[in-house]
T-cell receptor, first 110, second 114 residues
Framework: QKEVEQDPGPLSVPEGAIVSLNCTYS??????FMWYRQYSRKGPELLMY????GNKEDGRFTAQVDKSSKYISLFIRDSQPSDSATYLC??????????FGQGTRLTINP | NAGVTQTPKFRVLKTGQSMTLLCAQD?????MYWYRQDPGMGLRLIHY?????TTAKGEVPDGYNVSRLKKQNFLLGLESAAPSQTSVYFC???WGQGASNEQFFGPGTRLTVL
């Protein structure tokens, strides 16, 4: 079993829809949770960063962490075609290396 | 500032050939990483370095070697390429690990081994 599980999709939704992306994990020591966005043929770039449990909002993006369920989510409101990308969750336990999910490929249709 | 750059962008090798991938950064970061990305597998760590002159193995180090002779450069070598090493390779850098572990990625190198 992988430490971090993420549904690879692909996920296709119409423009304006609310998108929910999720990851589950098995290592209870994880404290730092991140979402990276990767456009086609580009390197990943950090989108959201959360420490421990709770919510964090940045514009149309909201990251949620539920440590009791070992479950993290990224919500995208009013989705735009420019949001079409692969979204990777990543997490670490303090001074440890990042562990990435497989990535979910998202397409927003105009 | 260029950030993180990778050379070359594309390469095709025959089985058994060798090559070196170069990662260069102008961000003055201590930590550097090499990942490979394969469909359905996400990013897997090959080797990493916590500072000039240091290297350490990651999740999938077999068949690869690395060197960090200068702080700004991290080299990934394939001594005898195999088709299983066909992948997209990403270099990344960060200030440190844990709370300061935002990693900045290069644009990637697409490698095909025939």
């Amino acid at each position: 079993q992988k430490e971090v599980e993420q549904d690879p999709g692909p996920l296709s939704v119409p423009e304006g829809a609310i998108v929910s992306l999720n990851c589950t994990y098995s290592n209870s020591a994880f404290q730092y949770f991140m979402w990276y966005r990767q456009y086609s043929r580009k390197g990943p770039e950090l989108l959201m960063y959360t420490y421990s449990s709770g919510n964090k909002e940045d514009g149309r993006f909201t990251a949620q962490v539920d440590k009791s369920s070992k479950y993290i989510s990224l919500f995208i409101r009013d989705s735009q075609p420019s949001d079409s990308a692969t979204y990777l969750c990543a997490m670490s336990a303090g001074a440890q290396k990042l562990v990435f999910g497989q990535g979910t490929r998202l397409t927003i249709n105009p | 500032n260029a950030g993180v750059t990778q050379t070359p962008k594309f390469r095709v090798l025959k089985t058994g050939q060798s090559m070196t991938l170069l990662c260069a950064q102008d961000m003055n970061h201590e930590y550097m990483y090499w990942y490979r990305q394969d469909p359905g597998m996400g990013l897997r760590l090959i080797h990493y370095s916590v500072g000039e002159g240091t290297t350490a193995k990651g999740e999938v180090p077999d068949g690869y070697n690395v060197s960090r002779l200068k702080k700004q450069n991290f080299l990934l070598g394939l001594e005898s390429a195999a088709p299983s090493q066909t992948s997209v390779y990403f270099c990344a850098t960060s200030w440190g690990q844990g709370a300061s572990n935002e990693q900045f990625f290069g644009p990637g190198t697409r490698l095909t081994v025939l």
